[in-house]
């Protein structure tokens, strides 16, 4: 009787639990454009850290993702200028070798928003007339590197 009743001690004990949500209220929805998870007054979440993990329980959680532009520092000196512009952006690229340049425009969320390829060795103007205000980042790309700038679209 003693062993039946320390067997089902030790099984009621021992639970294995799956992904659970304690929350007030949520929603699953799909189609073909995608899905949508939420969850309302999600009140008990525990985080737990150990030497190099960090594990967040609960069933909402983001995923964190960004946009990188690679840097590497090239050679020579540039000048950008107006900026912040409307028009157009002046590039001096204070240079006496003919080197092939390839300038792209990136908005906030990485996406190429001009790309040009001119030969030129002195100086280029980029017409930045028809695309919308924000900031942008210029980048300057020869056979030396990559050299970027901030641009403000008035």
Known sequence: MKLNLLITLVFVSIQ????????TSGGYYTNSNGSLSWSLGEPVIN???ASNSILTQGFQQ?????TAVP?????????VYPNPSSIYINIDLNNDQVLKYQFRLYDMNGRIVKDESPNTSNYYRMNIDGIPSGVYLLEIISDTGINSFKIIKN
């Open 16 to 23: 294995v639990t799956g992904q659970q949500l304690v929350s």
């Open 47 to 49: 985080t737990l850290a």
């Open 62 to 66: 983001y995923v964190r993702t960004g």
């Open 71 to 79: 840097t590497i520092a090239g050679k020579g000196t540039f000048e």
